[in-house]
């Protein structure tokens, strides 16, 4: 059972992401918040798996949120929500370690499956925004390209393979099928990549990889 709390200031976001999220037996919304302040509150007390964080919020914005939650211990998952795919505080959290980020008009079941995927570890940058996303987010590349290919460099080869399909939003059986591995030598990949890159998911590996200049 997935525990999900929802933070956006419009209530009428809050009730469809209830209607939407609240009937699955695997997903078990267990609170919600108005703005960043509230959030943490909630999120201290309830202890989710993923928090459902949108981005534009009066007083404490949920660019702070997701800052203050991913410096704290055992952090929940984050999962963005926007109305916008190029949003730049939305490039900004995924820099932070946000798991990924939702549009606010995904279908739903597209968003029952991106909550799913998020509480598994996996991203939710669809392939069809991947590249827009990740190309934004590491613009112009310049400054950041050589320090990217040196971390780079420091991976094997099967390594950077793996790390290339990351970056292009393929999941773990997909990488398995594309490079003729089993899904748990994909996973081993992963988090050796994760080590020498210094990341923490896999938005921040494709990031690495866009600014490396090998997407």
Known sequence: ?????????????????????????????????????????????????VVLMDIRMPDQDGLITTELLLAQPDPPRVLVLTTFDADDMVLRALRLGADGFLLKDTPPPKMIEAVRSVAKGE?????SVTRQ???AATGGRGPRRPEAQRELAGLTEREREVAIEVARGSSNAEIAECLYMSVATVKANITRVFSKLGTDNRVQVAMKVRDAGLL
């Open 133 to 135: 996303v990740i190309t």
């Open 1 to 49: 059972m997935t525990r999900l709390v929802i933070v956006d200031d419009d209530p009428m976001v809050r009730t469809g992401l209830r209607l939407i999220l609240g009937g699955e037996p695997d997903l078990d919304l267990v609170g919600e918040a108005e703005d960043g302040r509230r959030a943490m509150e909630v999120i201290r007390d309830l202890r989710p798996d």
């Open 123 to 127: 991203p939710v940058l669809s392939p």
